[in-house]
């Protein structure tokens, strides 16, 4: 579904993404993430067609990332997603689904389904007197009236309540189930674990970790192992239920500790495991812990042109408005 090969961008002497390659199967979610200014977000906008890459090559449902037909089959959210605000639900939808041209019957059904889904119940009520929950489901929403093969993620939940957060992510598995293939980007790691099949972790504009939870966990990650003996040991802490407790991280450790328990008259009562978390994971990788809402270098994310004004004319996502890919970006 999408194929990534030696994908590099440059502004000047920096480098925002060097030499990525990855492929996506369809039906997958499919998670990039990295501490702010990894190059996540220059590598959805190469994806997206929104800016051209200095080398490499990516293709998104067969067709190059480049190529405006691929715009057709891609629904994009951005992190910054501001909505046309004297518009309703259903207006702004209907813009959106006459911009693609969608037959009025389809966009209707599929307007009134993906809102009874997302349980967005004020569909005539001003978009500027939504929360901002709300209006999250109305972008989510927008990415999916031209019902696309392909979604681009980015932050879906950020900001959002508990329940919504919930909901958003709930959404984004049966989206995987109905066999669309989403790149789902997010800073909250919890919410990459519980939702992507594959994921690829950048930094400093390079993938440097890459597969499942499980495999990533199983190469970069270290097994904490709670060791409780009944025995007092000069590397122990007493529990509250009488036991000793010590935490180490191999299975060499662990066996010198049934040998010390022993030799003191004792024994190891129980050994518990702790699977590395993703976080740790990412930590140890980068150096840096995960950071939250990203500016790029510092600057206020900018909205995209299209979500300027419902006067634009461009058939697109408000973040694919601009007809031709730009080289300006910051890089991010």
Do not use: W
Request: proline content about 7%.
């Amino acid at each position: 579904m999408i194929r990534v090969s030696g994908l590099r961008k440059t502004y000047g002497d920096f480098a925002a993404v060097v030499e990525s390659s990855f492929e996506i199967d369809a039906g997958e979610i499919f998670g990039v993430v990295g501490p702010n200014g990894a190059g996540k977000t220059t590598t959805l906008k190469m994806l997206s067609g929104l800016i051209e890459p200095t080398a490499g090559t990516a293709t998104v449902a067969g067709f190059d990332a480049a190529d405006p037909e691929m715009r057709h089959q891609l629904g994009f959210l951005p992190e910054e997603s501001p909505l046309y605000e004297e518009m309703t639900p259903r207006s702004y939808l209907r813009f959106f689904a006459d911009l693609y041209d969608v037959p009025r019957a389809v966009g209707t059904e599929r307007i009134e389904s993906t809102l009874d889904r997302l349980e967005l119940r004020y569909r005539d009520r001003r978009l500027g007197d939504m929360s901002k929950g709300m209006k999250r489901k109305v972008a989510i929403a927008r990415s999916l009236v031209n019902d696309p093969e392909v979604l681009i993620y980015d932050e879906p939940a950020s900001g959002l309540d508990p329940l919504t957060t919930n909901s958003v992510l709930d959404f984004t598995r049966e989206l995987r189930d109905a066999n669309k293939t989403v790149i789902f980007s997010a800073h909250n790691l919890y919410h990459v674990e519980s939702v992507c099949d594959r994921i690829i972790i950048m930094n400093e504009g390079r993938i440097i970790a890459r597969g499942s939870i499980e495999e990533i966990r199983a190469q970069h990650g270290q097994t904490a192992y709670q060791v409780y003996t009944d025995v007092d040991l000069p590397e122990t802490v007493p529990t509250d239920d009488g036991r000793h407790r010590v935490d180490v991280e191999t299975m060499a450790a662990v066996e010198l500790l049934q040998t010390a328990a022993a030799d003191a008259g004792g024994s190891v009562v129980d050994i518990r495991t702790d699977e590395p978390s993703l976080e740790a994971i990412f930590l140890r990788l980068t150096g840096r812990p995960m950071a939250g809402p990203r500016t790029a270098r510092g600057t206020e994310p900018t909205a995209s042109a299209t979500d300027a004004s419902p006067t634009d004319p461009s058939p697109a996502d408000s973040s694919l408005a601009d007809s031709s890919p730009a080289d300006t970006e910051p890089p991010q």
